[in-house]
């Protein structure tokens, strides 16, 4: 018995560029996972886009946009597709962009340094509801939580608050801080040499016994208590 094949992940393209746009599209289309439904030059185009069928699991949005930046943009692009995840992928190594974006609501901040493979398996991630950020934005996400906690944290977490670390076991330790150093689950067990379902009941433990809400949150509370 033949079982169809699984429904391609449908994706919006937001950048200005037009090489690096068709250029990434050129890309993804390589990728029997992802089928690029609509592509956009600016939020109008955008939101025309989404005006459209079928709508996009997930959207690539860059920051430097002519007229409204992407961060600007991502609540009228939540509003216009309310089931879509919005993955930044962009070239600012900006803190303030950052935090803008995750408050604003977007799912994943990436730079567009990023390695091609890495960047499908990020998307497949954020369209499964993990919160992924560049490993090497995590500091200035840090920094930002240390420097304006109240104005510019984009989680109702300060890095000096909630439970405790003892909380955790040595284990749930051990992975905090391979979450911190921005691990995917895949590379953690592999580290581990633990089974992947066991690393992710073992994330959600974290979680929980922390009060945090996703691994942006806990690779912030690992670096803020000198756990990473």
Request: hydrophobic share 45%.
């Amino acid at each position: 018995m033949t079982h169809a094949p699984a429904p391609r992940i449908q994706l919006l393209l937001v950048d200005d560029h037009n090489l690096f746009r068709r250029g990434l599209r050129a890309l993804l289309s390589q990728d029997e996972r992802f089928e690029v439904v609509c592509e956009a030059g600016d939020i109008g185009e955008a939101l025309r886009c989404l005006a459209q069928a079928p709508r996009p699991d997930v959207i690539l949005l860059d920051n430097h946009l002519p007229g409204v930046r992407g961060v600007d943009a991502i609540p009228a692009l939540k509003d216009a597709a309310p089931g879509a995840r919005i993955l930044m992928l962009t070239v600012s190594e900006n803190e303030d962009d950052l935090a803008a974006a995750l408050r604003a609501g977007a799912d994943g901040y990436l730079l567009k340094t990023v390695e091609s493979d890495h960047l499908g398996d990020t998307i497949v991630k954020v369209l499964d509801g993990e919160s992924v950020i560049s490993p090497e934005m995590l500091t200035k996400l840090v920094s930002v939580f240390r420097a304006r906690p109240a104005e510019s944290a984009p989680a109702p977490l300060e890095p000096a608050s909630g439970p405790s670390p003892d909380l955790l076991s040595p284990r749930e330790r051990e992975i905090l801080l391979l979450i911190a150093r921005g691990d995917s689950n895949k590379l953690i067990a592999r580290a581990l040499d633990i089974a992947e379902t066991t690393v992710k009941i073992h994330v959600q433990h974290i979680l929980r016994k922390l009060g945090l809400s996703s691994r942006v949150q806990a690779a912030v509370y690992a670096t803020a208590h000198g756990l990473a």
